[in-house]
């Protein structure tokens, strides 16, 4: 099994006043040329946006964006049609395609919202552009893994144009699994929301990022309550 560590203080740091976001891999004015991508994931971005704020209308094309809020109301519209607001629970997904305009604001005017953009980068090129939101919460099972996140269409969560698998671990209490990967060639990218959780012999604090990959599974581990999203990709792209 092999592995690379991100704590979250080597992250890249960007603050605009009504933005401060986080950057697990290269993003904008972030560059690290050995934090470029974790094989189909590109980009982790934890942002937090004031009240009342947000990013205005801009295109995206031949990517796979998930939104994951954390804390607060997020409130989307895209060139597609689509008006809504995501909130801690849901997830969305947008597959930009042949190319999208979307804003993301604050749906509220005083408290911040806080949400995890996450982009994956797609098995097929120039597809129609799409946009699916599920709550995912109120189906999740205790100390348990749920997935959000697949590449079909039929099967639990959103889903995307890559063979990849998101899943949250949202437990209480002192828990141990084995987490087994869907397919070969696969590696997952292992990060705590919140809380601790060791993977294998491996500790973890709030906002770690820990990538594995040449192996079938792993040994995930909570001693108190955590939350864990991970996300399974291919490492070849």
Do not use: C
Not at 168 to 179: I, N, P
């Amino acid at each position: 099994m092999k592995t690379v560590f991100h704590v979250a203080q080597s992250r890249g740091v960007a603050d605009h006043g009504w933005l401060r976001s986080h950057h697990t891999f290269s993003f904008a004015g972030y560059h690290d040329p050995n934090r470029v991508h974790f094989g189909a994931l590109r980009v982790i971005n934890d942002d937090e946006v004031a009240g009342g704020k947000g990013f205005e209308a801009h295109p995206h094309h031949n990517m796979e964006i998930i939104s994951l809020p954390i804390s607060g109301d997020l409130a989307h519209r895209d060139s597609m049609g689509h008006a809504g607001v995501i909130r801690s629970g849901d997830v969305q997904i947008m597959s930009a395609g042949t190319g999208v305009v979307h804003s993301e604001m604050n749906a509220n005017a005083n408290i911040p919202v806080q949400f995890l953009q996450i982009w994956v980068l797609p098995n097929q090129q120039d597809v129609e552009p799409r946009y699916a939101q599920q709550r995912w919460a109120d189906v999740a099972q205790a100390n348990d893994f749920q997935q959000i996140v697949s590449p079909r269409e039929d099967d639990a969560g959103v889903w995307l144009h890559q063979q990849a698998w998101f899943s949250l671990a949202r437990w209480q209490g002192r828990v141990e699994k084995t987490y087994t990967l869907h397919r070969p060639g696969n590696g997952v990218y292992v990060f705590v929301i919140d809380g601790q959780a060791r993977v294998n012999d491996i500790p973890l604090a709030k906002r770690d990022g820990l990538g594995v990959w040449e192996t079938d599974s792993f040994r995930l581990k909570v001693d108190v309550a955590a939350e864990i999203l991970l996300m399974e990709v291919p490492m070849a792209v």
